[in-house]
């Protein structure tokens, strides 16, 4: 069985990264620590305009934290969504519940409308869903193409009896695309428990920043903070690592 690989990068050079690895799919995200959020249409034209084979995802996410959104963060979402259309994406990656953990369906209407045509992915908004077969339902009848999910655990091992069921489910209806902690060690088997045919996995290095000057006294961020002189990179090596692990 062939799979689809789809790599979750926040860079330019994470695409081409992923395109030279071979992955078939890139989801486009900024502020990684936060689990990704929407990145500037800057960095969408101009991944875009780099890559030649691979097809660019982007997700749609104003803020971290929680997935209940206000007026205002629907309304910026829906502008995004069109933006990124316009800029040329081949899909967006979405999400939005309600208060009580439902899919928040008037928001998800209007982010597809936006989308006018180009494939949707729910993303993991639905690990945090009360009842997930009654969102993947919900996700099916509003014509969403993909779920992402780790199967509402901290990994897609640990969650692959969950997303089993949920491609039994989805039958030919959605896919179901696990995704959450995949690595070499555990892709083949993340697929043989889950049966799915796409996977999402980041493929993230250390690497040291240029930066020659260097000031250790300020910091950009809170107190749980990253080291101002490391970068995280996406690694092709690691993507085939992946890619082969899985038998690609």
Excluded: W
């Excluded at 193409?145 to 069921?165: H, K, N, W, Y």
């Excluded at 950009?220 to 690609?248: H, K, N």
Aim: glycine fraction near 12%; hydrophobic fraction near 45%; charged fraction near 20%.
């Amino acid at each position: 069985m062939s799979l689809t690989y789809e790599i979750c990068i926040d860079s330019t050079a994470g695409a081409l990264a992923a395109e030279q690895a071979g992955a078939h799919r890139v989801e486009l995200c900024a502020a990684l620590f936060e689990g990704g959020l929407t990145p500037t249409l800057g960095t969408v034209e101009a991944t875009l305009e780099a890559v030649s084979s691979i097809r660019v995802h982007v997700i749609i996410r104003p803020r971290g934290g929680d997935f209940v959104f206000d007026r205002h963060e629907i309304a910026a979402m829906e502008r995004d969504v069109a933006a990124v259309r316009e800029a040329g994406a081949h899909g967006v990656v979405i999400g939005a519940l309600t208060s009580g953990g439902e899919v928040d369906e008037e928001v998800a209407k209007r982010l597809i409308g936006a989308a006018e045509g180009l494939p949707v992915t729910f993303h993991r908004a639905f690990d945090m869903a009360a009842d997930p077969f009654g969102a993947l339902e919900t996700l099916a009848g509003l014509g969403v193409d993909r779920v992402l999910t780790s199967g509402q655990d901290s990994t897609a091992l640990e969650g692959a009896p969950l997303i089993a069921s949920l491609v039994e489910r989805a039958g030919d209806r959605l896919v179901i695309m696990p995704g959450g902690g995949i690595t070499p060690r555990n892709v083949a088997r993340v697929v043989e428990a889950t049966g799915a045919k796409e996977i999402h996995f980041a493929a993230l290095v250390d690497e040291p920043s240029p930066a020659v000057h260097r000031n250790p006294h300020p910091y950009m961020g809170g107190e749980l903070r990253q080291s101002e002189f490391v970068r995280r990179v996406t690694s092709p090596g690691l993507i085939s690592g992946v890619i082969a692990a899985a038998g690609g």
